[in-house]
């Protein structure tokens, strides 16, 4: 039962598999799959949170995966501490839970960098944090979550260029108001194309790229120039709002936060084998005929996936064989 996929949803289950495990301390090196989703954040900054105490028996060096998300700083501190205790043992976990970007996040991902091959970074704050991250050199999928003022967190703090072998990205952008964004004071965009700060890694092996709420021309152009063998693409802004707009000049340099349908923003996506678009009918200035039009080439079929709707919709172009 233990070497199979333990989910963890409350208190409750935490402290009934501490209970289980604390009959015999042997057998936690069974566990090889944590999965913690717990849905309200009770208990999550304390020491005494159930979670922190049933890592302290769980967690051993036959762990693979722990995942879902735990925002209790405790938690990594102690994950940390029982690696360091078993002397560079822990060479098996591939994947952390995800949490708020902390000095004790960190750590941990600096203590587990040469197993981790699945990294999930949530990093919400326009304070632009300072942090280094490590280089890893086995992480294969990356996902980042970042608000719309700071979208270039992940650049100029060079996250991307610390995942060099990935096959997977995601982004999720999404915005954070306009008090927040105004507060923030952070007028910085991409490097100019032809600066030297612009591109410094190309990676081959991305062949998957998912961006969500917000994708701009001149990100998209930065992503498919850094890894130009993409395969697939998918871009989701049905959540793009028709107030974004007017913060997006600050952050980005072209255009593109006008129309979901740029002309360079096409361009980019036509150069994939396929693409996905889910956008909001409402945001586009288009008819469903015209979007159809504006995609379709003698290149390339275009579907309309299901479900159908007034509002959403959602395109699948692929290249001809």
């Known amino acids: 039962m233990l070497q199979g996929r333990i989910v963890i949803q409350s208190n409750t289950q935490a402290v009934q598999l501490h209970r289980h495990l604390s009959r015999d301390i042997n057998l936690a090196r069974s566990i090889r799959y944590l999965s913690?989703?717990?849905?309200?954040?009770?208990?999550?900054?304390?020491?005494?949170?159930?979670?922190?105490?049933?890592?302290?028996?769980?967690?051993?060096?036959?762990?693979?995966?722990?995942?879902?998300?735990?925002?209790?700083?405790?938690?990594?501190?102690?994950?940390?501490?029982?690696?360091?205790?078993?002397?560079?043992?822990?060479?098996?976990?591939?994947?952390?839970?995800?949490?708020?970007?902390?000095?004790?996040?960190?750590?941990?991902?600096?203590?587990?960098?040469?197993?981790?091959?699945?990294?999930?970074?949530y990093l919400p704050s326009i304070t632009?944090?300072?942090?280094?991250?490590?280089?890893?050199?086995?992480?294969?999928?990356?996902?980042?979550?970042?608000?719309?003022?700071?979208?270039?967190?992940?650049?100029?703090?060079?996250?991307?260029?610390?995942?060099?072998?990935?096959?997977?990205?995601?982004?999720?952008?999404?915005?954070?108001?306009?008090?927040?964004?105004?507060?923030?004071?952070?007028?910085?965009?991409?490097?100019?194309?032809?600066?030297?700060?612009?591109?410094?890694?190309?990676?081959?092996?991305?062949?998957k790229l998912r961006i969500v709420h917000h994708c701009s021309a001149d990100m998209l152009s930065y992503l498919m120039r850094k890894y130009?063998?993409?395969?697939?693409?998918?871009?989701?802004?049905?959540?793009?709002?028709?107030?974004?707009?007017?913060?997006l000049p600050v952050y980005v340099s072209d255009e593109s936060h006008t129309f979901l349908f740029n002309r360079s923003f096409l361009q980019y996506l036509h150069q994939v084998p396929l693409f996905e678009y889910k956008f909001n009918l409402h945001h586009t200035g288009f008819s469903r005929e015209e979007i159809l039009r504006l995609l379709k080439t003698d290149q390339n079929t275009v579907a309309v996936k299901p479900p159908y709707s007034n509002v959403l919709m959602h395109v699948k172009v692929e290249k001809k064989i």
């Open 36 to 121: 913690f989703d717990r849905p309200t954040p009770e208990n999550q900054l304390v020491s005494d949170d159930p979670f922190v105490q049933l890592i302290k028996l769980a967690f051993t060096p036959n762990t693979m995966v722990l995942c879902g998300r735990v925002s209790n700083h405790e938690f990594y501190r102690q994950l940390v501490a029982i690696a360091k205790s078993f002397l560079n043992q822990f060479d098996r976990l591939t994947y952390l839970p995800a949490s708020e970007f902390t000095g004790e996040y960190l750590e941990a991902l600096y203590t587990f960098k040469r197993s981790i091959r699945v990294l999930n970074l």
């Open 128 to 207: 632009r944090p300072v942090f280094t991250l490590p280089q890893f050199d086995k992480v294969t999928a990356l996902f980042i979550r970042a608000d719309l003022v700071a979208n270039t967190l992940f650049l100029d703090r060079g996250i991307l260029d610390k995942c060099l072998h990935l096959v997977e990205l995601t982004l999720e952008i999404f915005y954070v108001g306009d008090t927040a964004a105004q507060s923030a004071r952070l007028p910085y965009r991409l490097p100019p194309a032809d600066s030297e700060d612009y591109l410094k890694h190309t990676v081959t092996s991305l062949k």
């Open 228 to 247: 130009p063998k993409i395969e697939s693409i998918y871009v989701d802004v049905v959540l793009f709002r028709e107030y974004v707009p007017r913060l």
